[in-house]
């Protein structure tokens, strides 16, 4: 269960402590891009202009939206990412090695 919304950091299910301000910026940046934002501005227009929903469900219907949009992703959609980011690590470590003392 996560922790308190008075402490700087949050724990996760799997134990790991995260900094809260981290754990915001995730979340915002989930919420602004493009497989939620047009329900996120709609959820918050019905709820603002509108009034008809109590913060709480809005609160609830943020972390639904995230949920759902990691649980539509596939098989095929995890190796696509987990093979950009073993590039992405193979680009970084060769761009940190030394360059050889003949090779400028």
């Given at each position: 269960m996560?922790?308190?919304?008075t402490?700087?950091?949050?724990i996760s299910?799997?134990?790991?402590r995260?900094?809260?301000?981290?754990?915001?910026?995730?979340?915002t940046?989930?919420?602004?891009?493009?497989?939620?934002?047009?329900r996120?501005q709609?959820?918050?227009?019905?709820?603002?202009v509108?009034?008809?929903?109590?913060?709480?469900?809005?609160?609830?219907?943020?972390?639904?939206?995230?949920q759902?949009?990691?649980d539509?992703?596939?098989?095929?959609d995890?190796?696509?990412?987990?093979?950009d980011?073993?590039n992405?690590?193979?680009?970084?470590?060769?761009?940190?090695?030394?360059?050889?003392?003949g090779?400028?």
């Amino acid at each position: 269960m996560p922790s308190t919304a008075t402490t700087d950091y949050r724990i996760s299910p799997a134990e790991i402590r995260y900094e809260a301000a981290d754990v915001r910026a995730f979340i915002t940046e989930a919420l602004n891009s493009a497989p939620a934002v047009e329900r996120v501005q709609e959820l918050l227009v019905h709820h603002v202009v509108g009034g008809h929903l109590h913060p709480s469900v809005v609160q609830g219907s943020l972390a639904c939206m995230i949920q759902d949009i990691i649980d539509s992703a596939s098989a095929e959609d995890w190796r696509a990412i987990t093979t950009d980011l073993i590039n992405e690590a193979r680009e970084a470590l060769v761009d940190d090695e030394p360059q050889e003392a003949g090779a400028r």
